[in-house]
């Protein structure tokens, strides 16, 4: 066979691949598109992170997570619903947060994931405000006079005495990141060709070769999944604005990352669902109410979600047979 002929099969081959990818990430599929979700509960024991008045990040996430968790084997029976932690500790029995968050990729590509969410709570860097508390007498000299007749002379004046109290904290609300966008490369790099794919021949060491096939393929996906990502975070957030929280909307942290978002191989967000460091929001967060709201919340959003991959459209009506209401 020529070279000629080679490339011209060859491209006959790739061209219906690649135009796949290219059209829109939220084509309608009628096949089941969410067949593994991954709920990830961030940090866990010894790393119990933002701490609160009375409670910790860790807990709270682990609540919230198996809250999640439960309501979305009840509406989506079919699908596998895999949890990074069910109980306090950090995942894997592991004891460092960095290698557990490595952890927690891992897991979920291994599982074939094909929506992650991780679930977090927010806190303030302490801020603090001086006061005047009142005043003292400070003596001080001063030079007078010149040539013969220069000398030293005290003088007294008031100095304000200062003190610093520490401002509460009064940010209320939620926000969900998806991964930056100077982290393409590295996500990208995680996406690689998902076993299964046409042209993902595997290496010795049983990762995917990088072919140009396979590099082309891994990056027409990875944009797919930033749009599927932007998708589900501005469900999840409009969501909790029904619930009537206050949304700073979806974000990205492009000065560091966000490990677990840029290291897996499916749609990620990461969730913010409250501030810790205010004493109403901790109590809303360990509340029945709460956790109800926020697992509600969330259940709606990959809801609308699936509808979407499924027909275009994130208007969520109530399936038949299934009870998604918001227990009161």
């Known amino acids: 066979m020529t070279k000629r002929l080679f490339i011209v099969i060859l491209s006959f081959c790739i061209?219906?691949?690649?135009?796949?990818?290219?059209?829109?990430?939220?084509?309608?599929?009628?096949?089941?598109?969410?067949?593994?979700?991954?709920i990830d509960a961030g940090h866990g024991l010894p790393n119990s992170n933002a701490e609160g008045k009375y409670s910790y990040e860790s807990q709270l996430t682990l609540a919230m997570a198996l809250k999640l968790s439960e309501r979305l084997k009840e509406v989506l029976p079919d699908c596998n619903i895999l949890l990074t932690r069910t109980d306090e500790n950090l995942p894997g029995g592991l004891?460092?947060?960095?290698?557990a968050n490595r952890w927690r990729a891992n897991f979920a590509n291994e599982n074939h994931g094909d929506l992650f969410i991780?679930?977090?709570?927010?806190?303030l860097e302490p801020r603090y405000q001086r006061k005047i508390e009142g005043y003292r007498e400070e003596t001080y000299t001063v030079t007078v006079g010149k040539g013969k007749k220069k000398r030293r002379v005290e003088k007294t004046r008031s100095v304000p005495i200062y003190k610093s109290y520490k401002l509460s904290c009064d940010r209320m609300g939620t926000e969900t990141y998806i991964w930056a966008v100077n982290k393409y490369d590295q996500k990208q790099n995680a996406v690689g060709s998902r076993e299964g794919d046409q042209f993902?021949?595997?290496?010795?060491?049983?990762?995917?070769?990088?072919?140009?096939?396979?590099?082309i393929l891994a990056s027409l996906r990875t944009k797919k999944y930033f749009d599927q990502s932007l998708a589900i975070a501005t469900f999840v957030e409009e969501e909790f604005k029904k619930e009537?929280?206050?949304?700073?909307g979806v974000k990205q942290r492009n000065n560091e990352g966000i490990w677990v978002l840029q290291a897996t191989n499916m749609p990620s967000i990461?969730?913010?669902?409250?501030f810790i460091c205010n004493f109403e929001e901790e109590d809303y967060m360990n509340s029945e109410k709460g956790q109800n709201e926020i697992s509600y919340a969330l259940m709606r959003a990959v809801l609308r979600y699936k509808q979407l991959?499924?027909?275009?459209?994130?208007?969520?009506?109530?399936?038949?047979?299934?009870?998604?209401?918001k227990p009161q």
Do not use: C
């Open 244 to 248: 009537g929280r206050t949304s700073y």
């Open 200 to 215: 993902g021949e595997k290496d010795s060491s049983g990762m995917f070769a990088e072919s140009p096939d396979a590099k």
């Open 309 to 325: 991959l499924e027909t275009g459209s994130g208007v969520l009506a109530d399936p038949p047979n299934v009870n998604i209401s």
């Open 270 to 274: 990461l969730v913010e669902t409250g």
């Open 15 to 38: 061209l219906p691949v690649l135009f796949s990818f290219v059209t829109d990430p939220v084509k309608p599929n009628k096949k089941q598109t969410l067949k593994t979700i991954i």
């Open 95 to 99: 004891k460092d947060k960095n290698i």
């Open 118 to 123: 991780s679930i977090h709570v927010n806190d």
